[in-house]
């Protein structure tokens, strides 16, 4: 294996708020990712001409300068992939961002297993030497339809090898199901494998996220071929045709 893709993805997380910049980074390094950083775009460019880094995190309001117009700019002289942090009510924004050329979108207040696993995506789809066609363990990939669970890196991999972006409940409880092919089980024992106080959920929990799963599973999730449902019973879930 050569150096660079031992290297790990060094990512800028560019963000005025310095405890929210903080704890990304340290939640980047903890997911096996290079992190620094940086209040704003001058720090970037501190950096120096070629800064080494291979994906900017920005959020779109910075202090007194525009992320958007900084994610253009990184792009333009840097050719960086972008993840924009955007708060809820910059939709206008989220859009304009998308179009102007930023590859992801992650509304705060974000659930960090999503956000590492846009992240690794957009590297992915951006050609990273180490991440870029990973070797995976044959033995630790569930395949179900046109997709595969792996189990070591806890991702769901599509039919065209890109990341399906899974909260932590959504990939447990697919988890569960994939050990569990063709047995009905009630939503009960669904709560329970969340591992959480059950005082803390409604009825209703499973259901919802259930609803969420088959969006992203489900070529028509009105119609589930995988992920079924048994009134009155629980769920069932079928790894091939739905039979």
Avoid: C, W
Wanted: aromatic share 6%; net charge negative.
């Amino acid at each position: 294996m050569s150096e660079e893709r031992k290297r790990p993805p060094l990512v800028a997380v560019i963000d005025d708020d310095a405890d929210l910049r903080r704890t990304v980074a340290a939640l980047l390094e903890d997911s096996g990712f290079d992190a620094v950083a940086l209040a704003d775009g001058e720090g970037f460019f501190a950096l120096g001409p070629d800064p080494g880094v291979d994906l900017a995190l920005i959020d779109l309001r910075l202090g007194e300068e525009n992320g958007l117009d900084l994610a253009i700019e990184l792009r333009h002289r840097f050719n960086l992939p972008i993840v924009m942090l955007t708060g809820r009510g910059d939709e206008a924004d989220r859009i304009e961002g998308l179009e102007t050329g930023a590859d992801d979108y992650m509304m705060k207040p974000f659930n960090p297993r999503e956000l590492i696993a846009r992240i690794r995506a957009v590297l992915r789809r951006a050609g990273h030497p180490a991440l870029a066609d990973p070797e995976r363990d044959a033995a630790r990939l569930v395949s179900f339809g046109v997709y595969r669970l792996d189990l070591d890196r806890r991702e769901l991999i599509g039919p065209d090898g890109d990341e399906v972006a899974l909260t932590n409940a959504e990939y447990r409880l697919l988890e569960y199901f994939l050990r569990h092919p063709g047995r009905v089980i009630p939503r009960l024992e669904l709560l329970t494998e969340l591992g959480s106080d059950l005082s803390h959920y409604v009825d209703r929990t499973v259901d919802v996220l259930i609803l969420r799963l088959r969006r992203k599973i489900e070529a028509v999730p009105s119609k589930p071929v995988h992920l079924q449902t048994r009134r009155g019973q629980g769920y069932i879930f079928f790894p091939e045709d739905g039979r």
